[in-house]
């Protein structure tokens, strides 16, 4: 099956400073890729999506300034959490979607990020 | 906007059989999927229907009926690898947009003891 990759798996930092956070395509294109957060025993929610060669979507609650994604090709999407606190402490995972638009199209996620910020 | 309802947990003896009920409301319906998440681990997918009725993949088995909004996954011959969290999900309407995202559910914890 299709493989994603994240890379760092885990990272930890001081308050105020960035992180970026890769997640790669191996062995397909995707067009679009997700960014999802999720805290100790809850749910994964979606962040953010991103479009190869445009913006990225942010949901509501979610500040793009300081989560800043960059999608420069149809294999690598960056997340950068700008100015990390300690409430930016997370599982940082993406996702990746094979293909064009469609119903039953399918998603592969990556390992994950662990963040922790002191 | 959409949202899935899930038990908080379920715990269950090796070798018995579990399921797990999911139910949803959304906006548009385009299929309800499960995924198994490890602690530590990302989630990685199990089963999908888009149709009414049972979809079995081995020992997991997946069912759907769209006029009650609901699901359950069934997992058989429990193991106890098979402990793990297990999350119903449903995709996001958004086909102009581009959107797939999907909408998860808050999630079941499964505990299999000895």
């Known amino acids: 099956g299709a493989v994603v990759s994240q890379h760092p798996s885990w990272v930890i930092c001081k308050s105020g400073t960035s992180v970026k956070i890769e997640c790669r395509s191996l062995?397909?294109?995707?067009?679009?890729m997700f960014w999802y957060r999720q805290f100790p025993k809850q749910s994964l929610m979606l962040m953010a999506t991103?479009?190869?060669?445009?913006?990225?979507?942010?949901e509501q609650g979610v500040e793009k300034d300081k989560f800043l994604i960059n999608h420069a090709s149809l294999t690598l999407s960056t997340l950068t959490v700008t100015s990390a606190h300690p409430e930016d402490s997370s599982f940082y995972i993406c996702?990746?979607?094979?293909?064009?638009?469609?119903?039953?199209?399918?998603?592969?996620f990556g390992p994950g990020t662990r963040l922790t910020v002191l | 906007g959409q949202s899935l309802e899930q038990p908080s947990e379920v715990t269950a003896v090796e070798g018995a059989i579990v399921q797990i009920n999911c139910t949803y409301q959304?906006?548009?319906?385009?299929?309800l999927s499960w995924y198994q998440q490890h602690d530590g681990g990302a989630p990685t997918f199990l089963s999908y229907?888009?149709?009414?009725g049972l979809e079995e993949t081995g020992r997991f088995s997946s069912f759907l009926s769209r006029s009650d909004s609901y699901g359950y996954l069934l997992l058989q011959e429990l193991q106890m690898k098979d402990s793990a969290s297990y999350f119903c999900?449903?995709?996001?309407?958004?086909?102009?947009?581009?959107?797939?995202?999907?909408?998860f559910g808050s999630g079941t914890r499964l505990q299999v003891q000895p």
């Open positions: 996702s990746a979607r094979e293909g064009l638009a469609g119903v039953l199209d399918t998603q592969y």
């Open positions: 062995d397909f294109q995707a067009t679009t």
């Open positions: 991103s479009n190869e060669g445009s913006k990225a979507t942010y």
């Open positions: 959304t906006s548009g319906f385009y299929g």
């Open positions: 229907n888009a149709l009414d």
């Open positions: 999900a449903v995709r996001d309407p958004g086909f102009a947009a581009g959107r797939r995202a999907l909408t």
